[in-house]
């Protein structure tokens, strides 16, 4: 059974940072690639940034690039959101997702609140 559990989510001021991790369990995502998505209240939910487990390539959401890192951890099954110069707009339940064989995201993790005062 795929789990996918997220954590470090928080309340922090405009400005701040954060620090969300997901870790992942009963399969191996090192041939496939992991992402994070979010859903603000109201919102669709939305594609913030994903990464490539074997090859490290990267891509973003035009509205977190230059403040937001991905990064993993191939051997732990492990997937980093950095979270720099946070704003009140990012503020969203956050989601880790993982792709499957077909390079569709079918797997999802529980999300994690992040909250951005201002």
């Known amino acids: 059974q795929v789990q996918l559990v997220e954590s470090g989510g928080g309340l922090v001021q405009a400005g701040g940072s954060l620090k969300l991790s997901c870790a992942a369990s009963?399969?191996?995502?090192?041939?496939?690639?992991m992402g994070w998505f979010r859903q603000a209240p109201g919102k669709e939910r939305e594609f913030v940034a994903e990464i490539n487990f074997s090859s490290g390539s990267t891509s973003y959401a035009d509205s977190v690039k230059g403040r937001f890192t991905i990064s993993r951890d191939a051997a732990k099954n492990i997937v980093y959101l950095q979270m720099n110069s946070l704003k009140p707009d990012d503020t969203a339940v956050y989601y880790c997702?993982?792709?499957?064989?077909?390079?569709?995201?079918?797997?999802w993790g529980q999300g994690t609140q992040v909250s951005v005062s201002s």
């Open positions: 009963g399969r191996t995502f090192r041939d496939y690639g």
């Open positions: 997702a993982g792709r499957d064989w077909l390079g569709r995201y079918s797997y």
